[in-house]
């Protein structure tokens, strides 16, 4: 362009010039300091993990010596026992059992978990003081594994399903009223604002505005609960919540290994499909 | 082209104030945003809000529609004083405002109608306010008439978010209508909309400005739109008002004066500072204004 406008007959020359032109870089004080940071970082992680190899007495060769035990007792779950009587059919009632537990765990804590998510979100809390008891009452949900609620609850109601539906229920309440909260924080605020200015009140602003806006998270946040839910339920049956983990964990005390391996290829269809199908309802949200 | 009606071509039965602020301030910190604003936007007119990012514009609207408290002055819509007034009583004077939004706030999974509807949500009470399936049959109605109002009732039951962003805009103006408001504060209506859209909002704002008897005022960064469609435009230069007057008597220097750059004088002119709109709008209360000295007397 300039060599252009000025005429000379250098422009070649010139414009390859440019091309190849340098400018000294200027120097960045904060290299050092950056390398000093990452070489800490590194160093701690570095630390941490060996201290979690001697507290786990995570030792390989332990395992290569006792590699016999491990061929005894895989040649005693194969092949898997397909009786229909006395495995296939139990293993699939069972199983059915363990969906259901998943199922009530996960809708019946929709109320609470919406009530909590709504009280303890900032957009949406009535009150500073509101807000925090909330998210006091969701961490103790999520805190307390779904196990120990499980152990609670049959002192209670005794050995089988029902406790462990009880159970999900308080577990699922904490995680998923955690997670709609945060949807509700992240989802935009004009519509709910918009109708603070037509001087609607606060619960229609969050049946008209903030609850309609989030939605799609909502239920795909429901979905993937569900899918985790009907996961947990089958650990709740090896404490005694019924259902197929109650089956596979006998099948291990009776050393039935031929069994096991039939209830958990049962387990992995069952997982597999409630897979597929909150994949498939979350994307049908989507469009 | 002269603007087409200017101030004295309102009817004659615009004099009422609809919107009245007297001495409005508002501080963030030690910067006065708002600085002993005064002005008057009367029933049946369009005033045009124009002004720089961080001149107090949006500000303005905000403390009118109680989105942000003013430290001093005295705000009155229909005529009631709106700082005499606490709880419910105050709500129910500030219904007398309706705010269309740059961003349109609606909520695109629901029906334009249930869109306009939730404008007069305020009318209803108890389980028909819960979900658009208990709304009233006259509430229903009422939005319809709205939405026919801007020229959408036949889109009445497609979901907000199918709609143009020309089309959104109209329809949270129908929904300002719904809520039975005498003003209507319009924030940057037209900013993330394109031409022809801007255009169509424009009229419809004036047309119910005229037709319907409503004061309203619109921010605008465009000039030349304000020119083409507000009766009155005030001019806003950090925090003070700079013009208050007829749009087409505003000379090119004031709009270069309310558009003048904080930083330098590289002479930039009105239509540089309008194009780069979109966008780059709502953050106007966080640009801080550069510390050169009031200039008021060369443009008042």
Known sequence: ?287 | MANATPGAGTPAAASAAGLRVSGLTKRFGDRAVLDGVDFEVRRGELVAFLGANGSGKSTTLKCVMGLTEPDAGSIELDGRRLDALRGQALVEARRRAAMVFQKICLVPRRTALDNVCAGGLSRVRGAGSVSPLFFPKDLREEAMACLDRVGLADRALDRAGRLSGGQQQRVAIARALCQRAGVVLADEPVSALDPAAAEQVMTLLVDLAHDEGLAVAAVLHQPDLALRHADRAIGLLRGRIAYDGPMSAMSVDVQEELYRPDHGADGSEPAGSAAQTPGATSREERVAPGPRPLVKGTIA
């Open chain 1, 1 to 287: 362009m300039t060599a252009v406008q000025t005429g000379r007959p250098a422009s070649a020359g010139r414009d390859a010039a440019d091309r190849g032109a340098r400018l000294p870089v200027p120097v960045d004080a904060s290299r050092g300091r950056r390398f000093t940071g990452w070489t800490l970082a590194v160093t701690a992680l570095v630390v941490v993990h060996v201290l979690a190899v001697q507290g786990t007495e995570f030792e390989l060769g332990k395992l290569v010596d006792g590699w016999q035990g491990m061929a005894r007792f895989v040649s005693q779950a194969f092949p898997p026992s397909f009786n229909w009587d006395k495995v296939v059919l139990p293993g699939l009632e069972a199983t059915l059992v363990t969906l259901w537990i998943g199922l009530l765990g996960t809708t019946l804590s929709v109320p609470f978990a919406l009530l909590l998510a709504i009280l303890s979100s900032r957009t949406m809390s009535p009150h500073p003081v509101v807000y925090q008891v909330a998210r006091a009452i969701l961490s103790f949900f999520r805190a307390v594994p779904d196990i120990v609620f499980a152990l609670v609850f049959v002192t209670a109601v005794g050995l089988g399903p029902f406790a462990g539906v009880l159970a999900l229920i308080c577990h699922n309440t904490g995680v998923m009223g955690k997670l709609w909260a945060e949807a509700m924080e992240e989802t935009d605020q004009g519509p709910e604002q918009a109708l603070t200015t037509t001087g609607a009140s606060r619960v229609q602003r969050i049946f008209h505005a903030s609850l309609p806006m989030v939605i799609p998270q909502f239920v795909g946040l429901l979905m993937y609960r569900f899918d985790v839910n009907v996961r947990s339920s089958l650990v709740l049956g090896l404490v005694g919540a019924g259902g197929i983990g109650l089956l596979i964990n006998q099948a291990i005390k009776t050393f039935r290994f031929d069994e096991m391996v039939t209830y958990i290829i049962i387990v992995l269809i069952l997982v597999i499909v409630v897979d597929q199908l909150s994949a498939f309802i979350r994307r049908r949200l989507q469009v």
